[in-house]
């Protein structure tokens, strides 16, 4: 009996790192292909895929929380599947990249966020990806030329916090983040206030905080989307320690945390969790039903 051979059943194929993202997929439909990639002697990349990709549609599942290293060999996942026949190709991640050099702040800056959305409008028919850094662009239609969906994580955020936290006041650390901080509080019922941010390099921020005296028997959540250097919510967790507060609970979206940060926000924090988007110790929100829901939903052209 012929496998399947329409755009129906996609064939969920994970770079190295996101199996578990691309299983969790699977249980929403879809069939589990697999690769094999190595580095040669020399850094460069072996692929090959393993599961025959003619007469399918192909879903790579790449987060890309590391695209210097990662992408090439992403690049070549995408175009293997392409010229040896699938019918659609399509992007799955859970975190994209290279979202916030999006205007050249000095002269002769290279503005990598639309250098990165043609790579892989490039390469690709589709992108599904969860809260993208969309700061001075309203869309990624703005930036990609392909089908891109954008998957809120807020609603999942919100569940977790409503299940696991008494009480919360939710609190943004900078005024970016009031938009998914609105959402989660509006969603469980519960108060919220946005500090503001002042960043003067990738280590020095410091924030301020409205008048949190009425909110005194709450938790406090911090909510952001990205956890990076970790100093925005560091600093956040410190300025609540100054007003008396209790220690935050740390909701994020995407768990970048690099070199020593998230050691460093534990110290401060209740507790610290995020979305899957990203694998880290800190996972505790699964991203996958919304996700599949949005592949599902994504409607695109297949290339000729
Ligand atoms: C900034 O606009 C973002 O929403 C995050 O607040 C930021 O990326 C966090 O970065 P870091 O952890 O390096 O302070």
């Known amino acids: 009996m012929p496998g399947p051979t ?49 007469g399918r549609a192909v879903d790579l599942v790449a987060t890309l929380a590391g695209p210097d290293p990662d992408f090439l060999r992403l690049a070549f996942a995408a175009d293997a599947a392409r010229t040896q026949g699938a019918l659609r190709v399509r992007l799955v991640a859970p975190y994209l990249a290279y979202m916030r050099q999006d205007k050249a702040f000095h002269p002769g800056e290279a503005v990598t966020s639309d250098t990165f959305a043609r790579l892989v409008s490039s390469l690709f028919d589709g992108l599904v990806t969860v809260d993208p850094h969309l700061h001075r662009r309203a869309a990624l239609s703005e930036l990609y030329s392909i089908p891109a969906a954008a998957v809120q994580a807020a609603p999942a955020l919100a569940d ?102 998230y050691a460093r926000l534990q110290a401060v924090a209740a507790r610290v969790v995020s979305c899957d988007s990203v694998p880290h110790p800190s996972n505790a929100i699964p991203l996958a039903p919304l996700v599949a829901a949005a592949l599902a939903a994504l409607h695109e052209q297949p290339r000729n």
């Open 6 to 54: 329409t755009l129906d059943t996609p064939l969920l194929i994970a770079l190295p790192g996101n199996e578990r993202f691309a299983q969790a997929l699977g249980v929403f439909g879809g069939e589990i292909g697999t690769i094999e990639t190595r580095r040669f002697p020399d850094g460069e990349t072996y692929l090959r895929l393993l599961t025959p990709v003619a």
């Open 160 to 261: 977790w916090i409503a299940a696991d936290v008494q009480r919360p006041l939710l609190i943004g650390p900078d005024a970016e983040s009031a938009q998914w901080v609105k959402a989660i509080a509006e969603r469980i019922g519960a108060p919220w206030v946005v500090m503001e941010k002042t960043r003067r390099g990738d280590y020095d921020v410091s924030v301020d905080l409205p008048d949190l005296s009425g909110h005194a028997d709450r938790t406090p959540v911090l909510v952001d989307d990205i956890a990076s250097s970790g100093r925005t919510l560091i600093a956040a967790a410190g300025l609540l320690a100054a007003r008396g507060l209790p220690k935050p609970v740390c909701a994020v979206v995407h768990a970048l945390f690099a070199g020593d940060a």
